[in-house]
């Protein structure tokens, strides 16, 4: 690590003597990695420009740093979201205002996708929820291919019965389930000639079901 010599002017009062300029020696250190170089002097005297080079350089370099600054931020967005929406505007222009940072994050979210399997699941469904909200095409044939695989796979029919049956089990969630299909019902045309075609289907389903299954009546042979 490279190291200049610089003298510098500063104020300086002693507890016996009145103010007075004396002079004192800071060390100009080049860091290790040219990015930044340490501005002169103590923390305290350094520019809001120099200041923010400095975290910027060790917020890339520094992996403890960096996971308390995210630690810190999480912690204010849950109590301030005034501060939240604020940093979001500020990130998101910073970000796209400077492609190296923008790349930089951008490897490490793809790090964090590939080693992190909580966060990769996020990533996954918070992805699927906003394109299924928005892409009627992918909605369609996410669909149509959930009701192929439902039909050809039998551990997957079974795992989706298993869980239906897991969050039934919920009052909250069974009324909440009840309420919006009532309101679906009542909304949406399409839904309902779907479901009373499916009660139909149901009934002569069932109804065929129970005339195999009841005893056909024999003639009674000593009587005649």
């Known amino acids: 690590m490279a190291q200049v010599m610089a003298f510098f002017l500063l104020p300086s009062r002693s507890i016996t003597s009145s103010f007075s300029i004396s002079p004192r020696a800071w060390f100009r250190c080049s860091s290790s990695t040219p990015d930044f170089i340490r501005p002169p002097g103590p923390v305290a005297s350094w520019t809001r420009d120099e200041y923010n080079a400095y975290r910027r350089w060790r917020y890339a370099t520094d992996a403890d740093y960096r996971q308390a600054r995210i630690q810190a931020a999480c912690e204010f967005s849950k109590n301030d979201p005034v501060w939240r929406e604020k940093k979001i505007k500020l990130w998101t222009g910073w970000n796209l205002a400077h492609p190296e940072v923008r790349a930089a994050r951008d490897q490490r979210l793809k790090e964090r996708y590939a080693d992190d399997p909580e966060y990769r699941e996020s990533a996954l469904l918070q992805r699927g929820k906003e394109r299924h909200a928005n892409d009627a095409e992918f909605r ?10 439902y039909a050809n796979d039998p551990e997957y029919r079974e795992a989706l019965r298993q869980r239906k049956a897991e969050r039934y089990a919920d ?8 309420r919006r299909s009532k309101d679906r019902y009542a909304n949406d045309p399409v839904y309902r000639e779907n479901v009373k075609q499916r009660t139909r289907e149901r009934y002569l389903r069932k109804k065929a079901d129970q005339d195999t299954s009841s ?7 000593q009587k005649t």
Request: charged fraction near 40%; proline fraction near 12%; hydrophobic fraction near 20%.
């Open 140 to 149: 369609e044939t996410k669909l149509q291919r959930n009701k192929e695989r």
């Open 171 to 178: 009052p909250a969630y069974r009324e909440a389930s009840a």
């Open 215 to 221: 005893p056909q009546e024999t003639p009674d042979l």
